[in-house]
Nanobody, 114 residues
């Protein structure tokens, strides 16, 4: 079955960086669009970034220029490099497979605070 396991979340100071990873299994990873979504307390879940099987990327306006999504098909892993983090980036981040997403990871907490 499809499994998506996120890692790399944690507490970081404003202006800092984190890299999230999502290890995927149970499907032919290289053929799928992969994505990252997030949900902040009291807010709806929102798209952060997606990367297609060709490597084409799409970002939300709120993270464009600060976050980078990438994938390593040899490792069945998708990454989210997050730079210049602010308190507004505090959320649970979820890895997804397919678009619209059909499979979700369990999420990893990112907290930006001094």
């Amino acid at each position: 079955q499809v499994q998506l396991v996120e890692s790399g979340g944690g507490l970081v100071q404003p202006g800092g960086s984190l890299r999230l990873s999502c290890a995927a299994s149970g499907f032919f990873f290289r053929l799928y669009t992969m994505g990252w979504y997030r949900q902040a307390p009291g807010k709806q879940r929102e798209l952060v970034a997606i990367i297609g099987s060709s490597g084409a990327t799409t970002y939300s306006n709120s993270v464009k220029g600060r976050f980078t999504i990438s994938r390593d098909n040899a490792k069945n892993t998708v990454y989210l490099q997050m730079n210049t983090l602010s308190a507004e980036d505090t959320a649970v981040y979820y890895c997804t497979a397919n678009y619209p997403p059909k499979n979700w990871g369990q999420g990893t907490q990112v907290t930006v605070s001094s």
